[in-house]
């Protein structure tokens, strides 16, 4: 079946340790997208990926990287320099250029830092 | 400013009853599309329906609908005959610089959205 997957679905991680989540998806999709959500807040954007190879800041990258080398893969490494990491982490993806078809999330992973 | 706005934060509504939840925008671009998500309380997010800002038909999925009034910038999401697995996050999204015939790569900017809970 065709999908989104996150893994993993619940992650812990000490105060000043690097983290990556991640995100794969066989939907032949060429964007792929990153938001964090907050407690009964709608999602931010971190990080999105238009191609391979290529990727750009949403609103709020600091303290976050990501990497695209494969179309299928978009990991997300979150990092010390993030002051306040524990969230759910949603990612996404799109066909570009056909707007009707929207953004399709994963499951998503909750982090929380210790 | 806030670019997309839901001022509910909770509704309530009764098992077979229609709902609707508001959504208000803000953006100078003229080609944009708005889009609406469910939340479950598993976490994963529900595409539901899109409209965009050239469509001139309301559009609708099933029991969902969407009533788009350009001028006032709203795009409330109509659920018809409400039932208990509806209860949910209900997030309304917006996508701004879209091309003629909905061409675009950009990012969706998201409300805090409306928890609604079907009461049987």
């Known amino acids: 079946d065709g999908g989104i997957t996150q893994s993993p679905k619940y992650l812990f991680r000490k105060e000043g340790q690097n983290v990556t989540l991640s995100c794969e998806q066989n939907?032949?999709?060429?964007?792929m997208y990153w938001y964090r959500q907050d407690p009964g807040q709608g999602l931010r954007l971190i990080y999105y990926?238009?191609?391979?190879?290529?990727?750009q800041k949403g609103d709020i990258a600091e303290g976050y990287s990501v990497s695209r080398e494969k179309k299928e893969s978009f990991p997300l490494t979150v990092t010390s320099a993030q002051k306040n990491p524990t969230a759910f982490y949603l990612c996404?993806?799109?066909?570009?250029?056909?707007?009707?078809?929207?953004?399709?999330f994963g499951p998503g992973t909750r982090l929380t830092v210790l | 400013a806030q670019k997309i706005t839901q001022t509910q934060p909770g509704m309530f509504v009764q098992e077979k009853e229609a709902v609707t939840l508001d959504c208000t925008y803000d953006?100078?671009?003229?080609?944009?599309?708005l889009f609406w998500y469910k939340q479950p309380s598993s976490g994963e997010m529900i595409f539901l329906i899109y409209q965009g800002s050239y469509d001139e038909q309301n559009a609708t999925e099933g029991r969902y609908s969407l009533n788009f009034q350009k001028a006032r910038k709203s795009a409330n999401l109509v659920i018809s005959a409400s039932q208990l697995g509806d209860s949910a996050m209900y997030f309304c999204?917006?996508?701004?610089?879209?091309?003629?015939?909905?061409?675009?790569?950009?990012?969706?900017?998201f409300g805090q959205g409306t928890i609604l809970t079907v009461h049987p």
């Open positions: 939907l032949n999709h060429d964007a």
């Open positions: 996404a993806s799109s066909i570009a250029g056909r707007s009707p078809l929207a953004q399709y």
């Open positions: 999204a917006m996508r701004e610089g879209e091309g003629a015939g909905g061409t675009s790569y950009g990012k969706l900017t």
């Open positions: 953006t100078s671009d003229q080609s944009y599309g």
């Open positions: 990926s238009q191609i391979v190879n290529d990727f």
